[in-house]
């Protein structure tokens, strides 16, 4: 089984090296960082990866064409702020062989205190209750299953959520035993509880059927 880790990035040339050489250290695995048109050296600091894509801006845009450039059996999003846990390629291969055909990590927030584990905890419950999971939760999925949920959903905002729900919906989803480790940034730019009822309202609205279009409204600030 042969596994790629794609890298969707924005501006990212700080995180770039070090999740490109951690990742490697993890074990045989092939690396596609895919560029949303950085304004600063995202691409040059990704020469380190296997394979490096230019892409229109957009998370989902840029997954998208990482999926098509790889050549992995399954493929493994990960978020530039993000960093897996040493077993986490031998949990994926271990589900895998188990019969699932995608999934995720539970959550660990990079930074200590109390709010901080019980917003991991609340996201590691309803993600192993209902698959309700983000993209920083690290989706992993076969390419057969990948083409036929027909990737990433072209809009501007959740599409790791639409994403989850189709997974769910196969049946076949587990929430891997390798906690994935969460950049805490977006907390600590805006506050732990605003960041928090931010997201909450965000899905919400989601849920009671706003559009990820006007949605994104809320996160033209953030890169995408």
Not at 32 to 43: C, H, K, M, N, P
Not at 152 to 177: H, I, K, Y
Request: glycine fraction near 8%.
């Amino acid at each position: 089984m042969r596994l790629s880790i794609i890298v969707p990035a924005l501006n990212e040339a700080r995180n770039l090296p070090d999740v490109i050489d951690e990742t490697r250290r993890l074990g045989e695995s092939e690396i596609v960082v895919v560029d949303g048109g950085s304004e600063d050296d995202t691409w040059d600091r990704a020469a380190s990866a296997d394979v490096r894509v230019r892409s229109p801006r957009g998370r989902a845009a840029q997954m998208n064409a990482g999926a098509d450039a790889a050549t992995g059996d399954v493929l493994l999003f990960l978020h530039a702020d993000c960093r897996l846990h040493r077993r986490a390629f031998e949990a994926v291969r271990t589900t895998m062989a188990a019969g699932f055909v995608g999934g995720c990590f539970p959550m660990t927030i990079e930074a200590p205190g109390w709010g901080y584990r019980l917003v991991e905890n609340s996201v590691n419950f309803r993600t192993r209750m209902w698959f309700w999971a983000y993209g920083d939760q690290g989706f992993f999925v076969t390419r057969e299953t990948f083409n036929r949920l027909q990737g990433f959903p072209d809009v501007p905002l959740m599409e790791d959520v639409v994403f989850a729900e189709r997974l769910r919906r196969t049946r076949r989803w587990v929430v891997a035993n390798a906690p994935i480790r969460v950049s805490a940034r977006r907390w600590e730019r805006y506050g732990l509880w605003t960041q928090t009822l931010r997201n909450l309202t965000l899905i919400t609205k989601y849920r009671l059927g706003v559009p990820p279009e006007r949605l994104s409204a809320y996160y033209s600030d953030e890169p995408r």
